[in-house]
């Protein structure tokens, strides 16, 4: 919970070393210099703001019970637009106190009303538990809230339903149960007054267009029951939160972005690991197959420290002077591995010392997370190594560091980390460690690209047809589509249901479109490329965990290693039917890396820009891959053993992709030889997918490419990137929308890398298809000045 004016601390011991001098600290630990840059955020002053009016005395009561003496001016500002009836997102910073600005206009309501309810939506159950904390420990007659989610008891959910007025749960939940049993929620939808979406910056993509339906859904069962709930939403520092926020929910909101609460100092420093040693030799120090699987490259040769490792070595510094910190890690493989090799090096130091690191992510037990989170507050956790699953919002307070181990895809993400630590006020120390990538790379050199320029906006496409056609089908099932709801679905969903009735899905009737199945339709919300396939030992039938199945075929073909908790595994077998890849454990001095061959055609232009020799388009493609191979590598010398033939079904995308186009005499007459032209297009293709989420609120594995020489659609040497999901994301519009400064910070990071053939800093790519061959890092400098010495501003 984050409503407080004052907020109440857990009991620490030293408060430690003061940020610089720790920072000092840590730069002087190794030969070199590795910050190349500190930026000092200010303290700030809070504004308060009297209680509103409507506020009743008990309400007031129990907040100042919890310390809070009265609302900061943002909070009052968007409670009274709630409490007015206005839709609402509130767009602050971390421990800005979001939490009230939602809880105070839906208690009162609750208060004055004693039938009316409140659904509350978070993106984790993490934070859907840390706000059931904090509502009930206003200890307020009648509000009775609840967690519904996939970890309630089946015993505990009928009580839910019939009685709780408060009801905190997930998009998940919502799209597979309470929508779906509308009937026996009828009792709490009909008397809803207020939708919370919390965090709803996270509902970007894909993920993000089918939540936009789910709550169109909602909105559409309420109707149908009479009502019409205040959606109030609260969001990390964006840019647009209005418009997002708009589109998401499809109605008109207003957007607070003041933040007038008080912030402790920042000293925020970027990390660049050193270089190492010629003979690489230190490249071995992390196992391949344990470096956290797309964090760092394993199948490149590094040129860099492992930010993994870098990390690691941060946080057992930090526990060692006694410092609470937070490091947050890309993927759960790679928080494992900050977590095991801190707490080695802690207790090679104080036997025992590593006991107080720990490892934090999805897919423990909830009591588990729990107890982590307890003993952090408590301070038996010095150092916790953990996912994104701690970014949103779960009120960690008392924390003096954090380490951010590469950069998170956004910058609202990045200061929603950073925000984790100084929370009670106190002076606090970020750390953002750069991953050997072109994005981490440009970044550490070029700080005005992170504290100079604003935040990103969320992009998110309802109207994505490979989205709106599924969630129509959902809302059939749930009661039939009627013409009123075309309107409510937006564009496109005349047509999408249309293809419906064709496909037999749908039967048009006089009073609208009816589901003809008896099944529901299965639909992924999360986008993650199908059912996930299963992970099970070969000798005992334990199941070891889940891999999305999108990523099954790169990471589980057979002969693949698999890395659990810190132990290798062999895939012996792969069974894509059953969802099912058996493995057994082994610890080979070998890692494996997939191979994939890509085709991609032009299936129609939205938009060009014709620039003379210069052309840059969006429009539709089909993309075609197959993983055909893999590699084995030894681990301590990258030697290549020998290369495996797989024989994996192909896959077909239909998505939505920029492409730019060179004249031939262009490429000449900058210097680009013919036989140079592929490897230059390849390294340009790859570091202009790696520079993207500088632009766009997305992860470099969102997205793919292609490059070559004479693109039969084009005729033309050619540069694709696409969305890596069905009917896009919203990605390649954004690059459409951002071409120029998109390719000037791409061909600088090229420029301006210090390695002389290329590396992963500029023009490697951790899961090209083709092993990083052809590549000409000076050819993809040339193509690229060609490029925006063509293309207008």
Not at 451 to 479: I, W
Request: proline share 7%; glycine share 10%.
């Amino acid at each position: 919970m984050e409503p407080s004016s004052v907020t109440t601390v857990s009991a620490s011991p030293d408060p430690g070393p003061s940020p610089t001098d720790l920072l000092g600290r840590l730069r002087a630990r190794g030969a070199g210099d590795p910050v190349t840059h500190v930026e000092r955020v200010p303290a700030r002053a809070g504004i308060p703001a009297p209680w509103p009016t409507w506020a009743p005395t008990e309400l007031r009561a129990a907040f100042a019970r919890r310390g809070v003496v009265a609302p900061w001016k943002h909070q009052a500002e968007a409670a009274n637009l709630a409490y007015d009836g206005g839709h609402v997102v509130l767009a602050t910073g971390t421990a800005s106190g979001k939490s009230l600005a939602y809880q105070l206009p839906a208690l009162a309501t609750l208060s004055a009303d004693p039938r009316a309810t409140v659904l509350y939506l978070a993106p984790t159950k993490a934070l859907a538990a840390d706000q059931l904390r904090a509502v009930a420990a206003l200890e307020l007659d009648g509000v009775r809230p609840a967690c519904y989610d996939g970890d309630t008891p089946r015993a505990e959910r009928e009580w839910i339903r019939r009685h709780s007025r408060f009801v905190l749960t997930n998009p998940d939940m919502l799209h597979h149960s309470i929508l779906p049993g509308h009937a026996q929620w009828s009792g709490f939808l009909r008397r809803l007054a207020y939708v919370v979406v919390d965090e709803c910056h996270t509902y970007r993509g894909v993920f993000g267009s089918h939540v936009a339906h789910v709550l169109r859904r909602l909105r559409r069962q309420c109707a149908r029951f009479g009502a019409s709930p205040v959606f109030v939403l609260a969001s990390a520092t964006s840019g647009d939160p209005a418009t997002a926020a708009g589109r998401l929910t499809g109605l008109p909101v207003t957007a607070v972005t003041e933040d007038a609460s008080p912030r402790g100092g920042v000293t925020f420093a970027l990390w660049e690991p050193p270089l190492l040693p010629s003979d690489s030799s230190a490249a071995a120090s992390v196992p391949a197959q344990a470096t956290g699987g797309h964090d760092d490259a394993p199948d490149l040769v590094q040129v860099r420290r492992s930010a993994l490792r870098e990390t690691a070595d941060l946080l057992a510094d930090t526990v060692a002077e006694g410092v609470r910190t937070l490091a947050f890690v890309r993927s759960r493989k790679g928080a494992e591995v900050v977590a095991a090799n801190a707490r080695r090096a802690l207790d090679d130091a104080v036997p025992g010392l590593g006991d107080r690191v720990a490892a934090y992510r999805g897919g423990y037990l909830r009591e588990e997370r729990r107890e982590l989170e307890r003993a952090l507050l408590h301070g038996d956790l010095l150092g916790l190594a953990s996912t994104n699953a701690l970014e949103l919002g779960v009120d960690l307070i008392g924390l003096d560091a954090v380490l951010i181990c590469g950069y998170p895809g956004t910058r609202a993400s990045l200061w929603q980390q950073a925000g984790r630590a100084g929370r009670s006020g106190q002076e606090a120390l970020a750390v953002l460690v750069a991953r050997d990538d072109p994005l981490d790379t440009y970044l550490v050199h070029h700080p005005e690209a992170i504290f100079g320029a604003p935040v990103e906006a969320t992009v998110l496409d309802p109207a994505n047809p490979y989205v709106l056609a599924p969630q129509l089908a959902c809302a059939a099932v749930e009661a039939p589509l009627t013409s009123a709801d075309l309107a409510l679905f937006g564009d496109g969903a005349k047509e999408a249901i249309d293809e419906l009735v064709a496909a037999g899905a749908l039967r048009q009737r006089p009073t609208g479109w009816y589901w003809r199945h008896r099944e529901r339709p299965e639909v992924d919300l999360r986008g993650e490329g199908g059912a996930p396939v299963c992970v099970v030992e070969s000798a005992t039938g334990r199941l070891l965990g889940t891999v999305d199945g999108g990523s099954s075929h790169f990471l589980l073909h057979a002969g693949a290693v698999y890395l659990h908790q810190g132990v290798s595994y062999v895939v012996d077998e792969l069974d894509l039917a059953d969802g099912c890849a058996l493995v057994h454990a082994e610890e080979p001095d070998w890692s494996t890396h997939a191979r994939d061959v890509t085709d991609l055609s032009v299936v129609s232009v939205r938009s060009y820009v014709d620039a003379g020799p210069v052309g840059m388009f969006l429009g539709e493609v089909d993309v075609t891959s197959q993983v055909v191979s893999y590699q084995r590598r030894r681990i301590a010398t990258g030697e290549v053993i020998d290369t495996r033939p797989l024989d994996l079904p192909t896959r077909e995308l239909r998505t939505v992709a920029v492409w730019f186009t060179l004249s031939p005499q262009s490429l000449a007459s900058a210097g680009v030889q013919s036989a140079d032209v592929p490897g230059a297009l390849h390294a340009a293709e790859h570091s202009a997918i790696g520079l993207l989420p500088l632009m766009a609120t997305c992860d470099r594995w969102d997205i793919g490419g292609l490059s070559t020489a004479v693109h039969p659609d084009t005729e033309a040497p050619t540069v694709f990137v696409y969305d890596g999901h069905p009917g896009g994301a919203g990605f390649a519009e954004r690059a459409y929308g951002t071409a120029s400064a998109w390719l000037r910070a791409t061909r600088d990071a090229i420029a301006e890398c210090g390695c002389e053939t290329g590396c992963p800093s500029c023009v490697q790519s951790p899961k090209c298809g083709n092993g990083n061959n052809p590549l000409s890092k000076p050819g993809a400098i040339r193509v690229l000045d060609v490029v925006l010495a063509n293309l207008p501003a």
